[in-house]
């Protein structure tokens, strides 16, 4: 048996194909861990997620923000339905959307196997949490998605406050947790997200860390396996392996084996389309939503 976690598909169906083929994936006794954003920008959104509903009984998923944004997108009226682009379009009006995006809805915010020594989120954690606290925040939000009260949830994620704090509760809670574990990148020391800083480390002004870097951060007794941050390509450091390679940029989809002592990655080309060109910083401090990051 192989246990295999894969970066962002986003959509990227064909490239999922192959990468199961180079890894020679066995359903009957093989396992894999997909980093969340399955879905979006990638053409073939609706084809990705059947592929890994089919799966389910051999993988594990944690969902990213493109991801709740589906869900969310989901829950909208049908003329809000249409002003969404057409890869997402494709899923939300598809015959076995509810059947998608209800199994979609029970995916885990923190996959954790202590016997194996890893942990799956799809972007970061909060510099003050350990895999303990994680998985435990984690799964605040689980329960809140699989909930009577989940389109309250879906509803009201948006938005880029408050920042972390113990002591929050309701919306604002699930909201500071959700933000973490699916946008986050760079941040303060004490935790506060900085959502405009999506370059390579070193591009980021003075103060502000890569998640896995911040001074005075929980030690972790587990492997960390993310994606979320293309610009990072492959990095492994810091217990982080982050495996988000841009494959709907262009660049390629990584598949990881966690069940080795010795690092075994394996790559496919991913679209054959450019990186978009960076965006030029602001400090806007207008809502924004989970998607654009």
Not at 122 to 129: D, E, M, Q, V, Y
Not at 222 to 247: E, N, P, Q, R
Request: with cysteine.
């Amino acid at each position: 048996m192989s246990v295999w976690a894969i970066g962002d598909l986003q959509g990227c169906y064909d490239e999922l194909q192959r990468l199961l083929e180079r890894i020679r994936f066995d359903p009957a006794s093989d396992r894999l861990w997909f980093c969340g954003d399955l879905v979006n920008r990638g053409g073939q959104s609706l084809e990705t997620l059947r592929l890994v509903h089919s799966l389910r009984g051999q993988s594990s998923v944690v969902l990213g923000n493109h991801d709740l944004s589906l869900l969310a997108i989901g829950e909208r009226r049908e003329e809000d339905q249409r002003k969404v682009n057409a890869d997402l379009q494709r899923v939300v009006f598809a015959p076995d959307r509810d059947e998608l995006l209800t199994w979609l809805r029970m995916q885990e915010m923190v996959h954790v196997d202590r016997e194996l020594g890893w942990m799956m989120i799809h972007a970061g954690l909060a510099p003050k949490w350990t895999t303990q606290l994680a998985e435990k925040h984690g799964r605040e939000v689980e329960a809140a998605l699989r909930g009577d009260q989940y389109r309250q949830l879906l509803r009201h994620m948006y938005g880029d406050g408050p920042a972390w704090n113990p002591r929050l509760t309701g919306m604002d809670r699930h909201r500071a947790i959700i933000n973490l574990l699916t946008r986050m990148r760079y941040c303060s020391p004490k935790g506060r997200i900085a959502y405009e800083e999506k370059g390579v480390p070193g591009t980021q002004p003075p103060g502000l860390y890569p998640w896995y870097e911040v001074p005075g951060r929980a030690e972790r007794d587990l492997k960390i396996v993310c994606g979320h941050w293309s610009a990072l390509d492959l990095f492994i450091g810091h217990g982080v392996h982050a495996i988000d390679t841009g494959a709907v940029w262009g660049g390629k989809l990584t598949a990881l084996q966690l069940d080795t002592d010795e690092l075994r990655v394996v790559q496919v080309a991913g679209r054959d389309k450019p990186a978009p060109p960076p965006r030029p910083r602001h400090r806007s401090r207008q809502r924004r939503q989970p998607q654009a990051s």
